[in-house]
């Protein structure tokens, strides 16, 4: 209980933050496969399946409600004071993230011309979705408390794409949000309603729809890619990581005050190296973990 519990909580910190995904944290700490197979047997499973699977991610689930809830408390305050010391810290988690996750799959890197197609497509997506964000830079930011369709199929959608994202051992959700220039808006708006302000209720209610619509219709289809089509998968998941950076630098333009892209006068080293401090921790915890469950 308490190792899941821990799980949990490294794969809250990561979901609430603009970098690595839960599903990162979960391919770092060695479980990804039992994460991603118990997502599946809840949806498709037998009945004891299902059982196995429920007992397993309501284990994690304690942690994540926990690190999310705690993350949210204190990243709502300081995002914007903060967000070239953050966006460093995001970087640092990428990119020490990268090696790892070449060194865990080397025998899924299968060069040819679909990964190498794969790899290029996963760059290029991240880099178009930031580039062409229909949000980013807005002067007013996203009012999530005034709602009309646009605002409702764009979150819905962003929604689904963040959990999607999650899942997999790459890009994080929340990197996906903040391309979509969402991220500050849902942790403010999530901050809100645990502060009793429930004028936020009805978008973070489409959100969570969009969430529960992303995991049933595609962890299967994620799966199910892993296991027909791993080297494409990864060398998609690497270029989203690598994509990934450019969203980053960008992302202070995403505040509902835009600020500046991260640049060399603004990158924090300090920051940078805590991030990969973090990463290789993770890496630490996984052979504790591993040595555990032996």
Not at 68 to 86: E, G, K, R
Request: proline share 4%; with cysteine.
């Amino acid at each position: 209980m308490v190792l899941n519990f821990i799980r949990g909580f490294c794969m809250a910190l990561a979901d609430s933050v603009p970098g690595v995904s839960g599903g990162t944290i979960a391919f770092l700490l060695g479980f990804y496969d039992k994460f991603i197979g118990s997502l599946d047997a809840l949806i498709a499973g037998n009945k004891q399946e299902k059982i196995d699977a429920i007992i397993f991610l309501l284990k994690l689930g304690v942690g994540w409600v926990i690190g999310f809830l705690s993350a949210v408390s204190v990243l709502a305050n300081i995002f914007d004071t903060y967000i070239y010391q953050i966006s460093s810290l995001f970087i640092g988690f990428i990119l020490f993230a990268i090696p790892i996750v070449i060194k865990e799959e080397k025998e899924s890197l299968i060069f040819n011309w679909k990964t190498i197609l794969s790899f290029i497509g996963g760059v290029a997506l991240v880099a178009f979705i930031t580039y062409f964000n229909p949000v980013s830079g807005s002067e007013s930011g996203v009012n999530l408390a005034q709602l009309d369709i646009s605002l409702i199929l764009y979150v819905f959608v962003a929604a689904m794409c963040a959990i999607s994202a999650m899942v997999l051992p790459g890009i994080s959700g929340s990197t996906l949000l903040l391309i979509f220039g969402l991220y500050v808006p849902i942790i403010s708006a999530i901050k809100a309603v645990m502060g009793f302000d429930l004028s936020y209720i009805p978008i973070l209610f489409v959100f969570g729809l969009g969430i529960i619509t992303g995991v049933v219709t595609v962890v299967r289809l994620i799966k199910w890619a892993l296991d027909k089509h791993r080297p494409i998968m990864i060398f998609l998941i690497i270029g989203m990581m690598i994509g990934s950076f450019y969203a980053i630098v960008m992302g202070p333009q995403t505040l509902a005050t835009p600020k500046p892209p991260l640049s060399i006068d603004t990158f924090s080293i300090i920051w940078f190296v805590v991030g990969g401090a973090i990463i290789f921790g993770l890496q630490k915890m996984k052979t504790m973990t591993t040595k555990e469950e032996a």
